[in-house]
């Protein structure tokens, strides 16, 4: 089916990309199934089913974990992480299992996934798709830092909700790799980005029957006047201000706010968001993290 991408002809005039009708149109390929959302890997679908079923217990973990041998190998990597990691190395899925705790495998699972996710075979999009993969990585490691400071937050929780924040970005890439005026002109698909991302995120987490909380970060996360103030400091306010973070050091519209003036950057405070920064350039958790989501 083609769109007026290219509604206006007039000789002269430069060809103008409707983004209304490129927006409408990927609604519709939603809705009647004609676009392919992400899909998890099937594995990881079916460990995901073995942990949420409150009847099994870490030996069918463990056992399901097994058959995938690079999921194996992720989740012992993983489990030695900084994120988990103990004086003594784990070397099996089974103490892996242990050392994570039944409840956070599912974040564990989820998040070595999430990497498949981001794969594309669509040459052209190629290059997006891997600094989507590498901005979501970025925003997940200051997310992880930023839940240290709070212990009502998960820190496999956080990373997780770092790295699907902009999972929306996904089916507009693939839609948009149809289109070589899109790819060509970098500004119209990072206008297109913005505006259809959110509500494209949401959708995919609600399709994957992911949490509200994971849904409401996909849903709002560039949202800056949102007002956060009241109440403790949830997921979607710490991948707020992992998101602006990610983009320090960048030409990004976002390096040129007044954080001083947005309300989720005084609800954390600013010394602590400078304590983070400080962190980040010394390196911390950069390299073992990134590793850990290969
Ligand atoms: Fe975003
Ligand atoms: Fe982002």
């Given at each position: 089916m083609n769109i007026p991408l290219t509604a206006q002809s007039n000789p002269g005039k430069p060809e103008k990309f409707d983004v209304k009708a490129f927006a409408l149109e990927l609604r519709q390929d939603i809705e009647q199934n004609r676009i392919r959302l992400p899909t998890l890997p099937t594995l990881s679908l079916e460990a995901l089913l073995v942990v949420n079923?409150?009847?099994s217990n870490m030996t069918d973990i463990g056992k399901i974990i097994g058959k995938d041998t690079s999921m194996?190998?992720?989740?012992v990597r993983y489990a030695n992480s900084p994120l988990y990691g103990g004086v003594h190395k784990v070397t099996s899925v089974k103490g892996a299992v242990i050392r994570i705790g039944v409840n956070a495998v599912r974040s564990a699972i989820l998040n070595l996934a999430m990497h498949d996710v981001f794969t594309t075979h669509h040459t052209l999009i190629q290059d997006r798709m891997?600094?989507?993969w590498k901005h979501s990585v970025a925003v997940a490691i200051r997310a992880v830092l930023l839940a240290s400071y709070f212990k009502q937050l998960d820190r496999g929780e956080a990373m997780l909700a770092g790295l699907i924040h902009d999972v929306g970005i996904i089916p507009v890439l693939i839609k948009a790799s149809e289109y070589s005026v899109l790819l060509e002109k970098e500004s119209n698909l990072d206008k297109l980005v913005s505006h259809l991302h959110m509500t494209l995120g949401k959708f995919i987490l609600s399709f994957w029957n992911f949490e509200p909380f994971l849904i409401e970060v996909a849903g709002s996360h560039d949202n800056l006047d949102r007002d956060s103030l009241g109440g403790d400091v949830d997921y979607l306010d710490i991948i707020q201000v992992a998101n602006v973070l990610s983009y320090d050091g960048t030409d990004h519209p976002y390096t040129q706010l007044d954080l001083s003036e947005?309300?989720?950057f005084k609800k954390l405070?600013?010394?602590?968001?400078?304590?983070v920064r400080q962190k980040m350039a010394a390196g911390e958790y950069e390299s073992e993290l990134t590793i850990a989501l290969q």
């Open positions: 079923d409150a009847a194996a190998t992720r989740l891997e600094g989507l947005i309300p989720v405070g600013i010394d602590l968001i400078e304590e």
